[in-house]
């Protein structure tokens, strides 16, 4: 139990100079005090808190202001110093019971071993995930950051990261992203004993700041990302030639063709099952962005020819069967490689630099396959589409569309604008 407290008058400097040298106590609450150590040349104002079994845990906060100087509190300001240094400390002993500190390095860890496991599950070997790479070169290896414990993370210990951030935007946003993901993922886990304003913490620490947000009408995809439909053609046409020249048996020209006919993402193109096509429709997996569990199929309508294309690669197959496969394979030594297994597509690199080639072999420039999703989005648009239908079938969502395809929207309702007009004039 706590003990008995005899309380010594320390609110004004009048009544703490009337006191001899010593030590005096007030209270603030039946578990905290105030306390005042009185020496010759001063005072300096000290606090306790009971901790149980008769004992207490002490602090020195700081110089009494009987003389006022800057820096020396006052009696409201020792108790508000108290108040707040005991919360501190009673919070550092429940992360102490909890186990290891957990520390800004520990989080980003943890976090990156997650992603590496679903990395590689989904890659069918080990590999190291983006957001390692990223996390790895930009925050582990900050220790003035990595280091901090997650109790005594402030917003400004994160902004200051944010702001020595270089790259392009989409570079910075991207591994802003993944920090502030895996720092609230630890903020849940933790909740019970880290600090309640940790979340704000880290959602205004890592804000992005004024000169990369987007601006009214600003599109995501600029208009040399946005082919025309004899510009889609042509790439497909070199992506078969490609395909045949390089032997590649119509696996890449064919995954070209589905991303192209679908506008989907690389990643749910690659888990497309043999039962996923139906006709002239493709019921589309969704993606695994963010704290998605489940995963859910949208039908997406193709054309006659890429229902034609995919149905040779369907024939005989369980419904279950990867849709879409490729030959990797295994080196033999210096300049010597044999096919070694026909399996689905893993990421997205296995593409690219093939693409890049076939972009440029069609007389286009930074073409990448997510060109092929920007320019079916804004096709959709264009034809006069319902937002809603357009977000659902690209799996995202009407803000997203509405915030960088704005300008597109405006294009394709120009037609139904004008059928709104009638004269005013007689």
Same mark, same amino acid.
């Given at each position: 139990m706590p003990q008995t407290l005899k309380e010594a008058p320390l609110t004004t400097r009048s009544a703490r100079a009337a006191l001899r040298c010593g030590v005096y106590w007030r209270s603030i609450d039946p578990d905290t005090h105030l306390g005042y150590r009185k020496g010759k040349r001063g005072g300096r104002w000290l606090a306790r808190w009971y901790e149980g079994a008769g004992r207490y845990a002490q602090i020195t906060l700081g110089t009494a202001d009987d003389v006022i100087v800057e820096g020396n509190l006052s009696f409201n300001a020792a108790v508000s110093s108290a108040r707040e240094a005991v919360i501190a400390a009673r919070q550092a002993a429940a992360l102490a019971q909890a186990g290891p500190i957990q520390t800004v390095r520990s989080a980003v860890e943890l976090y990156i071993m997650k992603r590496n496991e679903r990395s590689s599950a989904r890659a069918g070997r080990k590999i190291r995930s983006s957001a390692d790479h990223r996390l790895s070169l930009h925050v582990l290896s900050r220790p003035e950051l990595a280091d901090v414990p997650l109790h005594e993370l402030l917003e400004t210990d994160l902004a200051k990261w944010r702001a020595r951030l270089g790259g392009k935007i989409a570079t910075r946003r991207r591994l802003t992203a993944d920090f502030r993901a895996a720092l609230n993922e630890a903020a849940r886990a933790g909740r019970k004993v880290l600090p309640p304003e940790l979340p704000s913490i880290i959602k205004y620490g890592l804000q992005s700041p004024e000169s990369e947000a987007a601006g009214p009408g600003e599109?995501?995809?600029?208009?040399?990302?946005?082919?025309?439909d004899k510009q889609v053609r042509d790439l497909l046409l070199e992506a078969a030639r490609f395909d045949a020249e390089k032997g590649w048996g119509g696996d890449l020209w064919r995954i070209a063709l589905v991303i192209a006919g679908t506008g989907a993402r690389f990643s749910q193109v690659a888990r497309l099952t043999v039962g996923d096509v139906r006709g002239h429709r493709i019921f589309m997996p969704s993606?695994?962005?963010?704290?998605?569990?489940?995963?859910?199929?949208?039908?997406?309508?193709?054309?006659?020819?890429?229902?034609?294309?995919?149905?040779?690669?369907?024939?005989?197959?369980? %419904?279950? @069967?990867?849709? &879409?496969?490729?030959?990797?394979?295994?080196? #033999?030594? !210096?300049?010597?490689?044999? *096919?070694?297994? =026909?399996?689905?597509?893993?990421?997205?690199?296995?593409?690219?630099?093939?693409?890049?080639?076939? %972009?440029? @072999?069609?007389? &286009?420039?930074?073409?990448?396959?997510?060109? #092929?999703? !920007?320019?079916?989005?804004? *096709?959709?648009? =264009?034809?006069?589409?319902?937002?809603?239908?357009?977000?659902?079938?690209?799996?995202?969502?009407?803000?997203?569309?509405?915030?960088?395809?704005?300008?597109?929207?405006?294009?394709?309702?120009?037609?139904?604008?004008?059928?709104?007009?009638?004269?005013?004039?007689?």
């Amino acid at each position: 139990m706590p003990q008995t407290l005899k309380e010594a008058p320390l609110t004004t400097r009048s009544a703490r100079a009337a006191l001899r040298c010593g030590v005096y106590w007030r209270s603030i609450d039946p578990d905290t005090h105030l306390g005042y150590r009185k020496g010759k040349r001063g005072g300096r104002w000290l606090a306790r808190w009971y901790e149980g079994a008769g004992r207490y845990a002490q602090i020195t906060l700081g110089t009494a202001d009987d003389v006022i100087v800057e820096g020396n509190l006052s009696f409201n300001a020792a108790v508000s110093s108290a108040r707040e240094a005991v919360i501190a400390a009673r919070q550092a002993a429940a992360l102490a019971q909890a186990g290891p500190i957990q520390t800004v390095r520990s989080a980003v860890e943890l976090y990156i071993m997650k992603r590496n496991e679903r990395s590689s599950a989904r890659a069918g070997r080990k590999i190291r995930s983006s957001a390692d790479h990223r996390l790895s070169l930009h925050v582990l290896s900050r220790p003035e950051l990595a280091d901090v414990p997650l109790h005594e993370l402030l917003e400004t210990d994160l902004a200051k990261w944010r702001a020595r951030l270089g790259g392009k935007i989409a570079t910075r946003r991207r591994l802003t992203a993944d920090f502030r993901a895996a720092l609230n993922e630890a903020a849940r886990a933790g909740r019970k004993v880290l600090p309640p304003e940790l979340p704000s913490i880290i959602k205004y620490g890592l804000q992005s700041p004024e000169s990369e947000a987007a601006g009214p009408g600003e599109t995501i995809a600029r208009t040399d990302q946005i082919l025309t439909d004899k510009q889609v053609r042509d790439l497909l046409l070199e992506a078969a030639r490609f395909d045949a020249e390089k032997g590649w048996g119509g696996d890449l020209w064919r995954i070209a063709l589905v991303i192209a006919g679908t506008g989907a993402r690389f990643s749910q193109v690659a888990r497309l099952t043999v039962g996923d096509v139906r006709g002239h429709r493709i019921f589309m997996p969704s993606s695994r962005k963010g704290l998605r569990r489940t995963e859910n199929h949208t039908p997406v309508p193709i054309g006659e020819d890429v229902a034609d294309a995919l149905a040779p690669v369907m024939k005989g197959r369980p %419904a279950n @069967a990867i849709l &879409l496969e490729r030959w990797y394979h295994k080196a #033999l030594g !210096h300049g010597r490689w044999r *096919r070694d297994s =026909r399996t689905g597509w893993r990421a997205s690199y296995d593409i690219t630099k093939s693409f890049q080639t076939i %972009a440029l @072999a069609a007389g &286009l420039t930074g073409v990448t396959t997510y060109t #092929l999703r !920007h320019t079916s989005i804004v *096709r959709g648009l =264009r034809a006069g589409l319902p937002i809603r239908l357009v977000a659902a079938l690209h799996d995202t969502s009407t803000l997203m569309i509405e915030r960088y395809y704005a300008r597109y929207i405006a294009d394709g309702l120009e037609e139904l604008a004008a059928k709104a007009i009638v004269p005013l004039v007689i």
